[in-house]
């Protein structure tokens, strides 16, 4: 790249930007892709600016599955219902609901006058037709086996016995009937997940396969869609007629940055309003107190952690003795000395605090070297001889996450005698990898799709068996873990109606789990973000930054 004076490279970042925000402004990979009679992007001045450190992974919320892609969504499609600030369920599109006395029917009374970005309005029979897109098997969409599979009716169409779901009913323009087939306690958090989010069916249908793509991503949401430009940005523009009242904000630009320094760079020189923070920048960001005064830190119900994943033929964690050497071998208070400075709680269980069920006594794999080496022993390998040779998959994007690896590398190797090859991963391969089940040994996190233990314990380690149709009863469970009682536990408290009841049996099925090492859990979650002074009324949750209804950004 040739070399750029100061103010030169001022000018031409200005002169982008008023590109970016001009109507009509083209390039030749500029996509207009709003709805007719949108702005290709907006002239106001109260703009959100924060980078994506990805490229969004789908535009489809019946097919998205990460959190990074999750948050860009959310600003542009709804569902019936939301979390809130007080991380509770609360109405979107629907204003209210009542459930029948057996706990089994829930009944939706939408919102009247609620209106597609094309103009169109809301009703009962877009909610009806987007739950079965999200279930059709042509779609294949990876999240709605998992999330709608407790609805009447959702396997038939799975499975493509059926078009229809049974238990979906539409009763009047404005009310929706939703059945489950039995009294389920978390249910309404399934119905927070994108791929329940309501989408614009003839939008949906102008496209030769059905899909949502920048060319036809219409929601109800109080965002609509700019631009998108594979490779550099995302903007968002605001929706005037939105339910809940137009957005303080004109919209929102995510550009796409993914090394974390850049985005830091960019923060300092004004270019960006909210960044995420490595904890390997925190001395930079301590020395400056600028950037000191800006450093904000957000609990997140989310868990970081080993996954000893044994359903790969000849996998050497088949064997439980292996998994507690390793539970054993990993010391997670350097893993957060050292990589995380500090900036995390330490994983003893599996359920993040903040989280119903959240059990601060859980009894966890204590750090012992040498019990490590008698396990592996044991095992058939002392001192590490003849163990196969093991790769360890993580995200490439988030610089703690390397560093962890490379922790985990250094003790395995310590006190196994181990050696553990590295391998960094793009973040859409990971997941795909992932979804495979084809990683034997990976570094992962999990954020809780809704707050109740079954979002972690049921969803990611209950037994998942294919039926003939060859699909899976849980298809989170990336490990091949299998333990009968577990099981037992889980599906007792699944549908446990007393809240104490329902919590001691999630805390023993917990406890089980942990002993048995499917995963060396290893942190709980705290974002370190900076934040500018002049943005206003974030709204947040467990879960994250809550959609941009509220936030400002001053002058």
């Known amino acids: 790249m040739h070399a750029c004076t100061r103010y030169r490279c001022l000018a031409l970042f200005l002169s982008l930007w008023i590109c970016v925000f001009a109507n009509g402004c083209t390039t030749g990979k500029h996509l207009h892709n709003g709805p007719p009679g949108a702005p290709a992007g907006n002239t106001g001045g109260n703009v959100l600016r924060y980078a994506l450190t990805?490229?969004?992974?789908t535009l489809d919320p019946a097919k998205v599955e990460d959190g990074t892609t999750i948050d860009l969504l959310q600003q542009v499609f709804e569902?019936?219902?939301?979390?809130?600030?007080?991380?509770?369920?609360?109405?979107?599109?629907?204003?209210?609901?009542?459930?029948?006395?057996?706990?089994?029917?829930?009944?939706?009374?939408?919102?009247?006058g609620v209106k597609f970005h094309n103009g169109r309005e809301m009703t009962a029979e877009d909610f009806k037709y987007s739950l079965e897109r999200a279930c059709n098997p042509t779609l294949a969409s990876p999240t709605a086996p998992n999330y709608l599979k407790d609805i009447v009716g959702v396997d038939e169409v799975l499975s493509g016995k059926a078009r229809s779901i049974r238990g979906v009913r539409v009763v009047a323009p404005h009310t929706l009937q939703i059945e489950i087939d039995r009294p389920r306690p978390y249910w309404l958090g399934n119905m927070t997940y994108p791929c329940s989010y309501v989408v614009c069916r003839e939008e949906v249908e102008k496209h030769p396969r059905g899909d949502i793509d920048e060319t036809n991503m219409v929601g109800t949401g109080p965002f609509k869609?700019?631009?998108?430009?594979?490779?550099y940005q995302v903007s968002l523009v605001a929706n005037p007629d939105y339910h809940g009242g137009r957005p303080r904000l004109d919209g929102i630009v995510r550009p796409i940055i993914k090394e974390g320094i850049t985005r830091l760079n960019k923060y300092e020189a004004g270019e960006l309003d909210i960044v995420d923070v490595s904890p390997r920048d925190l001395e930079r960001?301590?020395?400056?107190?600028?950037?000191?005064?800006?450093?904000?830190?957000f609990p997140r119900a989310a868990i970081w952690y080993l996954a000893l994943n044994q359903a790969p033929e000849g996998s050497p964690f088949k064997d439980k003795r292996v998994r507690l050497a390793f539970a054993h071998a990993v010391d997670r208070d350097e893993v957060i000395r050292v990589a995380l400075k500090g900036q995390a709680d330490k994983a003893n269980g599996i359920i993040p605090p903040g989280v119903p069920g959240h059990n601060p006594e859980v009894r966890p794999i204590p750090y012992n070297p040498q019990k490590a080496r008698e396990l592996l022993a044991q095992a058939g390998y002392p001192d590490g001889k003849g163990f196969p040779e093991l790769t360890l998959s993580f995200r490439q994007d988030l610089p703690q996450v390397s560093q962890t690896a490379e922790v985990v590398a250094e003790q395995l190797k310590r006190n196994l005698n181990i050696t553990v090859?590295?391998?960094?991963?793009?973040?859409?391969?990971?997941?795909?990898e992932r979804s495979n089940k084809t990683m034997p040994f990976s570094h992962l996190r999990w954020g809780a799709d809704y707050l109740d233990p079954q979002n972690f314990l049921s969803t990611l380690l209950h037994t998942s068996v294919r039926d003939a149709q060859g699909r899976e009863s849980h298809p989170e469970n990336g490990v091949g873990y299998s333990n009968p009682e577990f099981d037992r536990l889980c599906d007792a408290a699944d549908v446990e109606s007393d809240p104490e009841k329902r919590m001691a049996l999630y805390r023993r099925a917990e406890q089980i789990a942990v002993d048995d090492a499917p995963w060396v859990p290893l942190y709980f979650q705290r974002d370190l973000e900076l934040v500018r002074s002049r943005v206003r009324n974030l709204r947040e949750s467990l879960a994250g930054h809550l959609p941009h209804t509220t936030t400002t950004v001053t002058p």
């Not at 990805?54 to 992974?57: G, I, L, R, V, Y």
């Not at 609360?90 to 057996?102: F, K, M, Q, T």
């Not at 090859?421 to 795909?432: A, C, I, K, V």
């Open 54 to 57: 990805t490229e969004p992974t």
């Open 79 to 112: 569902g019936l219902v939301s979390w809130n600030e007080r991380n509770e369920i609360a109405g979107n599109l629907a204003e209210r609901w009542e459930v029948s006395p057996d706990g089994k029917i829930y009944t939706f009374y939408l919102k009247s």
């Open 225 to 231: 869609l700019g631009e998108f430009r594979r490779g």
């Open 285 to 297: 960001i301590n020395n400056d107190p600028k950037l000191r005064a800006d450093l904000k830190s």
């Open 421 to 432: 090859q590295l391998r960094p991963m793009e973040w859409g391969q990971f997941l795909r």
